[in-house]
């Protein structure tokens, strides 16, 4: 069963290192964007609606560089019918700015109402057949495919299937990108006790469009929280450097949610991404830029499942 997702409009790729905008930003980049940073990632849900002088900010970036959106609230794994209305305006949106890429947490935040936080979808085999129809869906009306990432969790009740074999299930199902966020594939081995090497051996090259990489806050030696709050910690830097050799040379986004310091600090930290990807030109088993495989949902190259 095939979606019905079609290419987005011809949009040109996003590469190399990108850095998520936050209004307080805005400023110091519509002055200059420093080099190492060569796209832009926002919440859609924080600036599709904004008028006036941000509004006016925002459209000058996004006619003067690539962006790429990342939702927060579409809760693809929620009970409740999904927001079909809310999809339009994010396609309104995506097409209004030219954004390159959606992507989405494989989680859910809503049931009878909006729940502030990303909770895990259990994995189930039933789960995997209801979140993957809802994300066609969602592909299918704004014609283009969307990504969906690997979430951190803390509690997996009912769980039928390893974390991985979901999030394989959900990807070949929904013939849906992935958004492989390394600091959540670390956070969560260290919570649950598995080898982040062997989870990152094993998510299907073809479906990484673009990484995540962040900081988080150590609770305990058995517990991190993904805060989005902290300098990315060597053990992350050193799973990158791991993906790259892997994957190649990724599009890769740092988040940085709070504590955010001032911009020079942020951009050493997109350099460094620059820096190992450099180091990685060619991965073992490459994968494109995001738009080059994102556009052809119908071309999308099978799977190919890497033990
Ligand atoms: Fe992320």
């Known amino acids: 069963m095939k979606s019905k997702a079609v290419a987005a409009e011809a949009a040109p790729t996003v590469s190399g290192?990108?850095?998520?905008?936050?209004?307080?930003?805005?400023?110091?980049l519509l002055e200059r964007v420093p080099e190492p940073i060569g796209f832009f990632e926002v919440?859609?849900?924080?600036?599709?609606?904004?008028?006036?002088?941000?509004?006016?900010q925002f459209r000058t970036l996004t006619e003067r560089h690539p962006f790429v959106t990342h939702g927060l609230s579409l809760s693809l794994g929620s009970p409740a019918p999904l927001d079909t209305a809310f999809v339009k305006r994010v396609k309104k949106f995506l097409d209004a700015h030219r954004i390159r890429y959606y992507s989405e947490h494989l989680s859910y935040c809503?049931?009878?109402?909006?729940?502030?936080?990303?909770?895990?979808?259990p994995f189930t085999e039933g789960a995997v057949k209801h979140v993957a129809a809802r994300i066609r869906r969602v592909q299918d009306i704004l014609e283009r495919e969307i990504a969906v990432e690997n979430v951190s969790y803390y509690a997996a009740p009912g769980a039928?299937?390893?974390?991985?074999?979901?999030?394989?299930a959900v990807l070949e199902r929904a013939n849906c990108g992935l958004?492989?966020?390394?600091?959540?594939?670390?956070?969560?081995?260290?919570?649950?006790?598995?080898?982040?090497?062997?989870?990152?051996?094993?998510?299907p090259a073809q479906r990484v469009r673009y990484l995540h990489v962040a900081g988080h806050y150590v609770e305990a030696e058995d517990l991190r929280v993904d805060t989005?709050?902290?300098?990315?910690?060597?053990?992350?830097?050193?799973?990158?450097?791991?993906?790259?050799?892997?994957?190649?040379?990724?599009?890769?986004?740092?988040?940085?949610?709070?504590?955010?310091?001032?911009?020079?600090?942020?951009v050493r930290e997109v350099e460094h991404v620059r820096e190992l990807q450099g180091k990685n030109p060619v991965g073992a088993a490459s994968a494109a830029t995001v738009a080059a495989e994102a556009a052809?949902?119908?071309?999308?190259?099978?799977?190919?499942?890497?033990?």
């Open 17 to 28: 290192a990108g850095l998520g905008l936050r209004r307080e930003l805005v400023a110091p």
């Open 43 to 56: 919440a859609p849900e924080n600036w599709m609606e904004l008028g006036g002088k941000f509004g006016k």
């Open 110 to 121: 809503s049931d009878d109402g909006h729940l502030y936080d990303l909770m895990p979808i």
């Open 160 to 168: 039928e299937m390893t974390e991985l074999e979901f999030l394989n």
């Open 179 to 203: 958004l492989l966020d390394v600091n959540n594939v670390y956070v969560n081995s260290v919570n649950h006790r598995y080898d982040p090497r062997t989870f990152l051996d094993g998510v």
């Open 228 to 266: 989005h709050g902290a300098d990315v910690c060597d053990p992350v830097w050193e799973l990158l450097d791991y993906t790259y050799a892997k994957l190649g040379p990724v599009p890769t986004l740092l988040e940085r949610d709070f504590n955010i310091p001032p911009l020079p600090i942020l």
């Open 296 to 307: 052809p949902t119908r071309a999308a190259p099978a799977i190919r499942r890497r033990a």
